[in-house]
């Protein structure tokens, strides 16, 4: 287990790399100079040009890749942004708790309502409601999220004004010149956007769970543990439930990854200030450090909880051995 | 496994319960908002801003809702009265100063009297050297401010800080009540440039701090200062207590919110939890807001903006308009302005075919035109057409858009009206930042029409005609001539016009240089002046729209 992991990880640092010396490269390549946009509208040349020094931009491209990595690794700086000057650690530190609500709160509920519809389903194929939810995989597919937040905010936010239609509360220490700020209040903001981001992946993990513990029933010792008469639930957990929801786990891990590197739709529908409408910010005004920010931090954490599936998956599962 | 299933159970069902708790609470959460708003005499203003302004910082802050906030924060030697166009509001006019300063026979001394009385909201009182402090900060490298530009073209000694020659600016020295600006040449629109926040008076403590990242909240001397910012989220101003001057000031805070987008925004303003969208609503609903609540009556109205949307003709050698004076007043004759203005929405501004926008350079009416012929109604193919003839050059040009907003839909109007008069326009859409970097960039302005729009840092019609057409300015970067104009004849007169004194004959010099340069060879095909679309609450009072600062915040009231 040991070997795996140190493999694991220095194969990170690698993927690490390769990433933020991508969106380096990406970067620069696109013709629109950072100096011009941050010495603001009237500068002139004498202006940019000392804006240029002020950023880092008047080395090489390599040297200033070299000196991101440098700063990254010796003094855990992502540098300042281009636009605001702002110490980008801080700007992620503060967007990433937002993000992390969205994503484990909708992660919860969708697997909440994903599992007893997807078992349910499964246990009674072509019923009522099997086909009920498999109404509500199709919508909840085909429809954009963009959609579906905008209805939500629309009818309960405005329309019937029983939720908070948009807004982000801090659990604990709300800032100056917030708001509003507690759990009750985080809660509450939190609900639509909860359930925004959750339909889409409840209706995919309804299908998958459907599928697979279909699939599981159809086994042999399934059918071995039934004729031994073993009481219903125990063929359930112990035998069904048990290898159906393993490739759950695997996927699991992959969403929350990716979607902790900003779930840019559900965040600007109601003003969630995460990660994702950070990047969007960024992209717009060409703020390489925080792009470069945004990236570091959605790559480092599908690097680790790639690693803590692949680590779960062999603990769940024994006849998977890691070495 | 049996305990990991007990403990998931569990656990769904503590899920589950929190949600129907979260649906019983749900109701009394829906008026959380109303704890914001007190409609007592005081109060709280509650804004929303869908985008962080980029800086509080007075001498750091470049974006138009932090200007208009400042207005409500800063004071300065001169300002903007708290009136709308109509009663004067664009002229400017002493604040702090005690009269108009005394000008030097060779107009490159200024000398301000400090008016006493004046405090910061730490209490501290306000004197001229408040002021050279700001000069000073605004000056130094580390700061790296984007805009000291307002002054480092004419103060002495400026450029001497910014190139870290010297620590102090030479040209500005603060002694008693008195305090005197000098120039590297004659600038009679300096009242102007310092009636702009970074010329504000400053503390002494914020004078020494040159973060380049500013300060989120400092003492100021207006009516309010800034009490807390958090970015991305909040910003929170107070009213200054110690604040004894003339200036309106009614409710005890000024809630900012950021971050909601624009519908969002629309709702709350309709609900009442918000009252003033500072940068606007989701441009599709106004038409149905003026439907509703009718406009420049209650709840939405509707003012010009200092302001031009043109299209820039690239003058450059090897490119369609250098030396094409005939096409350039044909594409002026055959560019349909209303189907361009009708993609930015309802009642986004008015056509017109002048380089001044109305409210600069005596320019007082929005409808008040050129009678140079350009037609603001409906586009003339036909005239077009005749004084195109035999000048269309290769009959192709590239035109820059940017790719979002009503920049494409533009393009294709303008890709339309130029088919009919023989020239195919093949359309470039970039990001909006890109195009903007790329066509100031002299080797890399490949177009031949550039979408364009251009606000006043402050009103002088020096920052519309000189900044964007002077072509002595043209280098091989950071140029805002993106039409590279570049004639003799008119750069002397614009460096001319620059000269006189303002009032009657300066309004006058640069009326007769728009009327004549768009009459003899266009360096634009001038479209339209954004108008400002402001959606209030019905608990918003006291409506004051600057034509300078904008809506004025510290005039506003609660009903």
Redesign the interface.
């Given at each position: 287990m040991g070997r795996y992991v140190v493999r694991r990880l220095l194969w990170a640092v690698v993927l690490f790399v390769a990433v933020t010396m991508i969106t380096y490269v990406i970067f620069f390549v696109?013709?629109?100079?950072p100096a011009?946009?941050?010495?603001?509208?009237?500068?002139?040349?004498?202006?940019?040009a000392?804006?240029r020094h002020?950023l880092g931009l008047d080395h090489s491209v390599p040297y200033q890749y070299g000196l991101f990595l440098k700063r990254l690794i010796v003094d855990q700086s992502l540098g300042?942004s281009f636009?605001?000057?702002?110490?980008v650690n801080s700007?992620v530190g503060?967007?990433a708790p937002v993000t992390a609500s969205l994503v484990f709160g909708g992660a919860?509920?969708w697997m909440?309502l994903a599992?007893?519809i997807g078992v349910l389903s499964a246990l009674r194929p072509r019923s009522l409601l099997d086909r009920a939810a498999m109404v509500f995989v199709l919508i909840g597919i085909s429809m954009p999220v963009v959609v579906i937040g905008?209805i939500l905010?629309?009818v309960f936010?405005?329309k019937w004004?029983?939720?908070?239609?948009?807004?982000?509360c801090d659990v604990i220490n709300p800032?100056?010149?917030?708001?509003?700020g507690g759990p009750?209040?985080w809660?509450?903001?939190m609900?639509l956007p909860w359930v925004t981001f959750a339909i889409l992946f409840t209706a995919i993990y309804v299908r998958m769970i459907r599928s697979n513990v279909m699939d599981t029933l159809g086994e042999d010792y399934v059918r071995t543990a039934w004729a031994k008469g073993a009481p219903g639930a125990r063929v359930m957990?112990?035998h069904v439930?048990?290898y159906a929801l393993l490739p759950v786990v695997t996927m699991l891990g992959m969403d929350i990854a990716i979607a902790l590197g900003g779930a840019i739709f559900t965040e600007?529908?109601?003003?969630?200030?995460g990660l994702g409408?950070?990047a969007v910010?960024s992209l717009?005004?060409?703020d390489l450090p925080t792009i470069e920010g945004v990236v570091v931090f959605a790559t480092l954490c599908i690097i680790i909880l790639n690693l803590v599936v692949d680590v779960l998956y062999a603990f769940i599962d024994p006849r998977i051995r890691l070495e | 496994m049996e305990k990991r299933l007990w403990f998931s159970i569990v656990s769904a069902a503590i899920g589950v319960g929190l949600i129907i708790a979260a649906s019983a609470t749900a109701a009394p959460s829906a008026q959380h908002p109303a704890k914001v708003v007190k409609a007592a005499a005081g109060g709280t203003l509650v804004t929303e801003l869908n985008s962080d302004v980029d800086y509080t910082d007075p001498q750091l802050t470049y974006y138009v809702p932090s200007w208009e906030m400042q207005y409500a924060t800063a004071c300065k030697l001169m300002n903007y009265p708290d009136k709308e166009a109509s009663q004067g509001g664009g002229e400017v006019q002493p604040e702090v100063a005690a009269a108009f300063p005394i000008v030097s026979k060779d107009g490159k001394t200024y000398t301000f009297t400090v008016k006493p009385g004046f405090k910061f909201s730490d209490g501290s009182a306000v004197t001229s050297a408040n002021f050279k402090m700001a000069i000073d900060r605004l000056s130094q490298p580390k700061l790296a401010s984007s805009t000291s530009f307002l002054g480092s073209d004419i103060i002495v000694g400026m450029q001497d800080v910014l190139d870290g020659k010297a620590s102090s600016v030479s040209g500005v020295t603060a002694k008693g009540n008195k305090l005197a600006i000098k120039l590297t040449h004659a600038a009679p629109d300096l009242l102007a440039r310092l009636a702009t926040p970074p010329f504000q008076a400053i503390t002494a403590s914020l004078a020494g701090n040159h973060d380049p990242a500013g300060v989120n909240t400092y003492a100021s001397c207006g009516p309010y200062y800034y009490a807390a910012r958090t970015p991305n989220r909040s910003i929170k101003i107070h009213r200054n207590t110690c604040y004894k001057g003339p200036r309106p000031h009614h409710v005890d805070t000024i809630q900012v919110n950021v971050g909601n987008s624009p519908d969002v925004i629309y709702q709350n303003v309709v609900k009442g939890t918000t009252d003033y969208a500072e940068d606007g609503v989701t441009p599709t609903l106004y038409a149905g807001i003026a439907q509703k609540y009718g406009v420049n009556k209650k709840q939405f109205f509707t003012r010009p903006e200092l302001e031009i949307d043109y299209l820039a003709l690239n003058h450059d050698p090897g490119r369609l308009f250098h030396n094409n004076p005939q096409l350039a007043k044909a594409v002026n004759y055959a560019v349909d302005r209303h189907a361009y203005l009708a993609q930015r929405g309802f009642l986004a501004g008015v056509r017109t075919n002048r380089i001044l926008p109305p409210g600069m350079g005596g320019v007082t009416k929005a409808t008040e035109v050129l009678k140079n012929g350009y037609p603001i109604k409906a586009p003339n193919a036909k005239k077009a057409k005749s004084i195109a003839g035999g000048h269309t050059g290769s009959g192709k040009a590239e035109m820059w858009a940017p790719n979002s907003g009503p920049g494409p839909l533009q393009a294709q109007v303008v890709q339309y009206n130029l088919k009919q008069i023989g020239v195919d326009v093949t359309i470039k859409l970039l990001p909006r930042a890109q195009q903007f970097v790329t066509a100031r960039n002299r080797a890399q302005a490949t177009y031949d029409i550039n979408w364009s729009a251009w606000g006043a840092d402050y009103n002088d019609p020096f920052d519309f005609i000189n900044i964007l057409l002077d072509g002595t300015s043209i280098g091989p970067s950071a140029n805002n001539n993106d039409a590279y104009y570049d004639s003799a004849k008119f750069n002397a007169q614009m460096h001319k016009a620059a000269l006189i004194a303002p009032g009657a004959n300066r309004n006058a010099a640069y009326q007769a240089l728009d009327k004549a340069m768009m009459a003899e060879d266009p360096p634009w095909v001038p479209i339209l002046n954004r108008a400002n679309r402001l959606f209030v609450s019905s608990h918003f009072g006291c409506f004051i729209y600057n034509p300078v600062a904008e809506v004025d915040l510290a005039a506003a009231c609660k009903k």
């Open positions: 696109i013709p629109a100079d011009v946009l941050a010495a603001g509208r009237s500068a002139r040349p004498a202006d940019v000392r804006v002020y300042r636009v605001n000057r702002r110490a700007m503060q967007a919860i509920l909440l599992i007893p905008l905010q629309y936010g405005f004004n029983v939720l908070p239609n948009a807004g982000y800032p100056l010149g917030a708001t509003c009750a209040e809660f509450t903001h609900i957990t112990r439930l048990r600007y529908i109601f003003g969630l200030p409408r950070l910010q717009m005004s060409f | -």
